[in-house]
T-cell receptor, first 111, second 112 residues
Framework: ETAVFQTPNYHVTQVGNEVSFNCKQT?????MYWYKQDSKKLLKIMFS???????VNETVPRRFSPQSSDKAHLNLRIKSVEPEDSAVYLC??????????FGPGTRLTVL | QQKVQQSPESLSVPEGGMASLNCTSS?????YFWWYRQHSGEGPKALM?????GDKKEGRFTAHLNKASLHVSLHIRDSQPSDSALYFC????????????FGTGTRLQVLP
């Protein structure tokens, strides 16, 4: 099956903990993205990455960092979570910046 | 301020009716558009792109772009309950670019 896969589906954690989310795409795409979708359903791009360039949205706090082992994987690490990090995190991929294919998302709840 | 604004915020139409969604970019550099649809519990899925002035039709969906006003609309003919979802407009500076801005979204409900 070719798609974008994310794990875990849900994660509940305490303020100050470190969390990591995984994303894998089997579509053969060359670019991957992380988005944050807040409680109002607004979609904000956090990072985009291909094998040449990492583009960071300047509004993303430094406690967030992407981690890539190859062009099919782009994980997201949050060093010390805060309550405002509660959201759905969506991973996506595209070929040369065209149509983006999204995964189902990881819902993070910070207590 | 959001660069890509959508209206209305929510919309209800009867099954079989026509749904019309609007999107405007406030940045003249962003004039290439996509429409995405997100069902509850899923990630968004691309419906169609429109890069040139005029209409583009794909099945029951028709997009219209006016580059002069940076306005794009999506019309859904013969709406079905399965069309109930959150619809996003996305704008970019080029047809293929990593830099894409998503709009504020329109929630569509199709009533049986």
């Amino acid at each position: 099956e070719t798609a974008v896969f994310q794990t875990p589906n849900y994660h509940v954690t305490q303020v100050g903990n470190e969390v990591s989310f995984n994303c894998k795409q089997t579509l053969g795409h060359d670019t991957m993205y992380w988005y944050k979708q807040d409680s109002k359903k607004l979609l904000k791009i956090m990072f985009s990455y291909n094998n040449k360039q990492l583009i960071v949205n300047e509004t993303v706090p430094r406690r967030f960092s992407p981690q890539s082992s190859d062009k099919a994987h782009l994980n997201l690490r949050i060093k010390s979570v805060e309550p405002e990090d509660s959201a759905v995190y969506l991973c996506a991929s595209s070929y040369r910046g065209y149509e983006q294919y999204f995964g189902p998302g990881t819902r993070l709840t910070v207590l | 301020q959001q660069k890509v604004q959508q209206s209305p915020e929510s919309l209800s139409v009867p099954e079989g009716g026509m749904a019309s969604l609007n999107c405007t970019s406030s940045d003249r550099n962003f004039q290439y558009f996509w429409w995405y649809r997100q069902h509850s519990g899923e990630g968004p899925k691309a419906l169609m792109s429109i890069f040139s002035d005029g209409d583009k039709k794909e099945g029951r969906f028709t997009a219209h772009l006016n580059k002069a006003s940076l306005h794009v609309s999506l019309h859904i003919r013969d709406s079905q309950p399965s069309d109930s979802a959150l619809y996003f407009c996305a704008a970019s500076e080029h047809p293929n670019t990593n830099k894409v801005v998503f709009g504020t979204g329109t929630r569509l409900q199709v009533l049986p």
